[in-house]
């Protein structure tokens, strides 16, 4: 199955970042857990796309990439990791990665975005 170990590594990661802030006595009920993993999850597959998106948006503009191939290559990323290419057209999606897109450099690369900042884009945005 084409991305299976991505998509364990990123429930993995997104358990170690959930589970701790449970404490013993603290556990909710299963249903809760699986509803805000769920939750988590959800954002984290629409930050993954908002940052896949801005790239490609980035090497279409400086000329990299025609269109047509940036749309493939987009499609193909999300893909590998289970997840339809349709989160791309989601306007929460889409808003956020038209604001990181002012934070990539020519190279396309997010050198100007600490880690707080892209954790407040995250929480606000997506």
């Known amino acids: 199955m084409p991305g299976s170990w991505r998509t364990r590594l990123l429930m993995?990661?997104?358990?170690?970042?959930?589970?701790?802030?449970?404490?013993?006595?603290?556990?909710p009920d299963p249903a809760t857990s699986r509803r805000v993993a769920r939750l988590e999850l959800a954002r984290s597959i629409r930050a993954f796309a908002t940052a896949t998106l801005a790239h490609g948006e980035c090497q279409v503009a400086r000329g990299r990439l025609k269109r047509r191939q940036a749309d493939q290559a987009m499609a193909i990323a999300l893909q590998e990791l289970g997840v339809s290419p349709a989160v791309l057209a989601n306007p929460q999606v889409?808003?956020?990665?038209?604001?990181?897109?002012?934070?990539?450099?020519?190279?396309?690369?997010?050198?100007?975005?600490d880690a707080?900042?892209?954790d407040k884009l995250v929480r606000e945005e997506l």
């Open 116 to 118: 707080a900042a892209a």
């Open 94 to 113: 889409r808003k956020a990665a038209a604001m990181l897109e002012n934070q990539l450099d020519e190279a396309c690369q997010l050198t100007g975005l």
């Open 12 to 27: 993995v990661a997104l358990l170690v970042t959930i589970g701790p802030t449970w404490s013993q006595e603290q556990a």
